[in-house]
């Protein structure tokens, strides 16, 4: 989808309603602003609580795909009471 738009004083543009739509952008939304080679390069961010961060650091995502991986594969156990996990972790 390409439009041309025009840019107005201060440097600022208006996002086409049609691509506000189609990226769900809403009036107070982030966006992050790049420029590589020739190009400025809009992207949608959403904040996120700083209580929230640590779940998207590199190092808990990849923790995160490998318990998706376990599982998917069947790699877990089901216990019936906090005794039973405990007696499963002490074999260990």
């Known amino acids: 989808m390409a439009t041309l738009i025009k840019v107005t004083r201060n440097g600022q543009i208006t996002i086409p309603a049609a691509i506000r739509k189609a990226l769900s952008i809403k009036e107070g939304d982030h966006i992050e602003v790049r420029v590589a080679d020739d ?49 499963d972790l002490e074999e260990e």
């Open 39 to 87: 190009r400025v390069i809009l992207i949608p961010k959403q904040l996120v609580d700083k209580s929230q961060a640590y779940f998207w650091t590199e190092e808990w995502q990849a923790a995160e795909r490998e318990a998706e991986e376990d599982i998917g594969a069947g790699r877990v156990a089901v216990f019936e009471s906090v005794d039973e996990l405990l007696a």
